[in-house]
């Protein structure tokens, strides 16, 4: 099923062709994937973060941790890959290649330097001469890098965000888009240093800093080098919430289009960005686990549900959940809901929610002849119940 038509995408000056990109990351590597990607319908790629020459990237191995479900899906999965491998001339004669035989797709130069804004300058000058339609300033690895003192290290600093950003933009014509850490307290003040040094765009969020496990036998951090490890940066399905949440606070408080990232794995992830303000989306570890393929689901579904809501492109949706996202304080203390049985769906009796109200709600359950009666004077309304049911059985109604 071709749908292109009705994915028509608005990015800054950019009309893509759907708001598919990936990002940048391993399935970004090379000519030779961007192209296969390209081939396959993704709109445009980032490609993965080109770094002077004189920066060396030395990869260690095994540099990747994954937390998976009992089904074997991923849920989170943690990285302490560095930069591209491949040589600033490697890139700038690939670029118009690509270009050449995919005209109408968004490629954009992820770029990384030292705090030098000469360094900055240089590669983006050199992207933009080779072709690139935009440069991506990667200011957000949260591994490796900021040891060196930079990657998060300059996107945790409002003031080198800004100046190196007005560098940047200084030395190129074609769009700066900034893509931030999510390893600050507040995203919005880097947000709004990047706008004040220029930024057409903003993308978030890059890998989330973390520690994903360690091996109960041989007390090693994982995944494990040798017997050692270190913070890594935690993406997929895990990271969508977070991506959401800062996406959305960016979305409301700066007037730069924003890529989401984070978590997305299908059209109902991308959707819920683009309801949350963004423009487009950008995918790195579903493409990882499940190849380009995916973005054939991804894009008939969004299809489908622009389809079914009546608007006739993702433009038309962008931040409409914006507007609901308020303080805490001003929700309605008077709103209830009222759980009850599903008609639909079959109770198996697993009493699972008559142990969470019991031990972590308000009582508010039994089991009567194998089926769940709820003690409507008991209970809170948290709908904890609901959460715990594996088949869903539990609805939520809103009282009143
Ligand atoms: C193995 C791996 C390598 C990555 N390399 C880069 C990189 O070189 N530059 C960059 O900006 N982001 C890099 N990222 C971050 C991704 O582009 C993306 O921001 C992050 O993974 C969240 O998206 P996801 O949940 O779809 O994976 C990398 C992520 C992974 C998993």
Known sequence: ????????????????????????????????????????????????????????????????????????????????????KKTVSYWTSQIPRLKQEFPNRLLVASIMGTPDPADWKSLASQVEEAGADAIEMNVSCPHGMPEQGVGAAIGQDPAMVRDL????????????IVKLTPNVTDILP???????????????????????????????PLPSVAGYSTYGGYSGPAVKP????????IAS??????????????????????LA???????????MWHGFGIVREMQSG???????????TPDQIRGLALGRLRSHQSLDRAARIRPSLSARTRCTSCGRCVIACRDGGY?????????????????????????????????LSREG
């Open 1 to 84: 099923m071709n749908n292109d038509q009705s994915l028509t995408t608005t990015l800054g000056q950019f009309h893509l062709q759907n708001p598919f990109l990936l990002a940048s990351a391993p399935p970004t590597a090379s000519y030779e994937q961007i192209r296969r990607a390209f081939s396959v319908g993704w709109a445009g790629a980032v490609i993965k973060t080109i770094r002077p020459d004189g920066m060396v990237i030395e990869d260690v191995s095994p540099r990747f941790h994954a937390i998976k479900e009992s089904s074997g899906e991923i849920l989170g999965f943690e990285n302490i890959e560095l930069l591209s």
């Open 165 to 176: 950003t007005r560098a940047v933009k200084d030395a190129t014509e074609i769009p700066v």
């Open 190 to 220: 880097i947000a709004r240093a990047a706008a004040a040094g220029g930024a057409d765009m903003i993308s978030a969020i890059n890998t989330v800093q973390c520690l994903s496990g360690i091996d109960l036998d041989t007390f090693e």
């Open 242 to 249: 977070i991506g959401l949440r800062m996406v959305s606070q």
């Open 253 to 274: 408080s700066i007037d730069l289009p924003v890529i989401g990232i984070g978590g997305i794995s299908g059209w109902r992830d991308a959707a819920e960005y683009l």
């Open 277 to 287: 303000g963004a423009s487009a989306v950008q995918v790195c570890t579903a493409v």
């Open 302 to 312: 969004l299809s489908s549900y622009l389809a079914g809501k009546g608007v006739s």
């Open 363 to 395: 009582h508010a359950i039994a089991l009567h002849d194998g089926n769940p009666e709820f003690d409507y004077s008991l209970c809170d309304g948290c709908s904890l119940c609901s959460q715990v049911c594996p088949e869903s059985t539990i609805i």
